[in-house]
């Protein structure tokens, strides 16, 4: 029987998975939902003698239940290829008594590629599955990462085209020009005066303006999502967690069945999501270490059970994480509140109008697999430091929240359950900190020339991904108010 995919805040209907997809965020505002969890088929000794493809695929088998195997296995094998610089694809790295899941070695050097090089392959595909006759627009608010990696999956994708909106100011400088380098006919890009939390706010009132649906089916388009509000993007991550965990029993760090814990820094609440997937299909995991920058909304939630965006925005050096409406959440809250899509719209509803929400004591309880840590700008700098010096792994600023998090959580709890660190970006993706945090110094040098030091310093090659932008010509220089970014879609689309 299909998975049907039901909305977190409508308790009748659902779609398949390739409907879900093209579709990407429900029209009543909810996140699609598995209406129930499978469990994993094949053993956890037969994973491990799988590559990454063939346990993606094992994973996605079990949600993407209206694919055939052939359509899964071509969009799989076309993904995870030679556009990532190691065959391992996700290669873990032991350094101070933890695993560092790598999950860089994309083509845009962030994690952002583990998902978004499949969902291009698994639109197109459900597309032409479901008869979709409109092209498919990808409209996408982005952090700083999640832009590029969509830009790069579906720029000159035949039957789509992608608009992107960042926050001007807000991401890094070689996120930035990552961004407003991108080729393409069918690419578009745009800075917004605000932050992210406007743009992603922005880009879900487009999807819910029935006025302009209309309007654009008439003229051969249709929305749909790149963020990790679509299903397309969040099951391809849970493929990941199993493989961490199938690596650790190859390699005899664990034995079958023993817990692991994970520790994930996080922004949307997406990749540690899929960690809670990875858990419900079978994965023997502990804790879900949920690790915060200074936007701690998710700390404070964990601790209260009150989630409350209603604070100053604070940018930091994990630009990735400046988050306070983590939208993936809101699955979460589906599921704690035993699949109530009443009581879960209740609750959003909530949110909008006030900005803030509060979880019964008996939600709060289902949450206990969830820890919450947060880190300050100083203690990820010291961090990135210290694991430098003691034994010469440079991790980037996203990874050093979580790196610092899981730190203060072995102090506090004495918890030695065997640990895997999510390593979303490269440190040359934010080098300016990542050299400020080694040199414990600001520095006022040009960033290529800082990426060129940081490269001279450890050894480590300077990544494609940067050398393609270092002369690239900026093609891309829209900026506009949070309040046209409709109107800038209309245009692109004329
Ligand atoms: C997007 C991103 C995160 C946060 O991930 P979520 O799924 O939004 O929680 C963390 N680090 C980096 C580098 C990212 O790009």
Not at 22 to 44: A, H, M, N, Y
Not at 196 to 205: N, R
Not at 218 to 243: T, W
């Amino acid at each position: 029987m299909d998975i049907i995919y039901r909305s977190t805040r409508k308790s009748t209907g659902g779609l398949k998975a390739s409907e879900a997809i093209v579709q990407g965020i429900s029209t009543d505002g909810g996140l699609f939902v598995p209406d129930r969890f499978p469990k994993l088929e094949t053993s956890i000794k037969d994973l491990s003698k799988m590559d990454y493809k063939g346990v993606a695929y094992e994973v996605m088998k079990l949600f993407l239940t209206d694919f055939t195997e052939e359509e899964l296995k071509y969009c799989i094998e076309h993904a995870y290829d030679d556009k990532f610089d190691t065959g391992e694809i996700a290669p873990l790295s032991y350094v101070d008594n933890a695993y560092y899941l790598e999950l860089f070695h994309g083509k845009t050097i962030a994690f952002k590629d583990m998902a978004l090089s499949i969902l291009p392959y698994l639109m197109t595909t459900a597309a032409k599955k479901n008869q979709i006759k409109e092209k498919i627009v990808i409209l996408t608010a982005t952090s700083g990462d999640t832009g590029k990696a969509a830009l790069a999956g579906f720029a000159d994708v035949e039957g789509c085209g992608i608009v992107v909106f960042y926050p001007k100011g807000g991401v890094s400088r070689v996120q930035e020009r990552q961004m407003v380098t991108q080729k393409g006919a069918n690419v578009k890009v745009v800075g917004i005066t605000g932050n992210f939390d406007d743009a992603q706010t922005g880009v879900k009132q487009i999807f819910a303006d029935r006025e302009l649906e209309a309007q654009m089916k008439e003229r051969g388009y249709r929305f749909s999502s790149a963020n990790s509000i679509n299903i397309g993007r969040l099951i391809p991550q849970v493929a990941y967690y199993v493989f961490a965990y199938t690596r650790l029993v190859k390699e005899g760090r664990i034995a079958e069945g023993e817990k692991i814990n994970f520790t994930v820094p996080t922004g949307n609440f997406g990749n540690i999501l899929a960690g809670y997937y990875a858990k419900q299909i079978g994965i023997p995991v502990g804790k879900l270490i949920c690790a915060s920058n200074e936007n701690k909304v998710l700390f404070d939630f964990f601790e209260t059970g009150i989630y409350d965006r209603n604070r100053e925005f604070i940018l930091t050096s994990s630009p990735s994480m400046d988050i306070l409406i983590s939208s993936n959440l809101e699955r979460l809250i589906y599921e704690i509140a035993g699949e109530d899509a009443d009581a879960c719209a209740e609750l959003m509803k909530s949110l909008s109008e006030n900005g803030k929400y509060e979880i019964t004591p008996a939600m709060k309880e289902k949450c206990r697999d969830f820890i919450g840590g947060y880190a300050s700008e100083e203690e990820c700098a010291k961090r990135i430091h210290e694991v430098y010096a003691n034994t010469g792994y440079v991790m980037d600023t996203h990874t050093a929240v979580a790196s610092t998090v899981y730190k203060q959580y072995v102090e506090k709890t004495k918890d030695v359950t065997p640990t895997v660190i999510v390593s979303t970006a490269s440190p040359f993706k934010f080098t300016r900190s990542v050299m400020e945090a080694l040199e414990e110094k600001k520095e006022d040098a040009d960033d290529f020339e800082l990426i060129d030091r940081l490269s001279a310093m450890t050894g480590m090659t300077v990544p494609n991904a940067v050398e393609e932008i270092r002369n690239a010509e900026v093609l891309h220089d829209t900026v506009c108010d949070k309040e046209q970014m409709k109107d800038e879609v209309i245009k692109f689309l004329k």
